[in-house]
């Protein structure tokens, strides 16, 4: 028997099969209210190697089909800008 605190779904933010679970059994029967308490998706990888995992962790607890799970949209996070962007120009004359 697979033990589900050793079953890795979401690399990025170690998330376990365990963890998936017991979120969804306490109620969180929605991907973007998983996402918000266990963080898939919102690593480096911005859920292309774990919203697909869950969706179908989901539809399995809750008995539907995965194309009925709606995966959310990836919202990459802004790029960093350097400082020297923002400083002014010291040239005199």
Do not use: N
Not at 4 to 9: A, D, L, S, T
Not at 14 to 33: P, Q, R, S
């Amino acid at each position: 028997m697979i033990d589900p605190r050793k079953v890795i779904v979401c690399r990025c933010e170690d998330v376990t099969l365990y963890d998936v679970e017991k979120a969804i059994d306490e109620g969180l029967t929605d991907i973007e209210l998983l996402k918000r308490k266990l963080r898939i998706g919102m690593g480096p990888c911005q859920g292309a190697g774990c919203l697909l995992v869950v969706a179908s962790i989901l539809a399995r607890k809750k008995g539907v089909r995965v194309t009925d799970i709606k995966i959310p949209v990836s919202r990459p996070p802004i790029a960093p800008v350097q400082l020297k962007f923002f400083a002014g120009s010291r040239r005199s004359g």
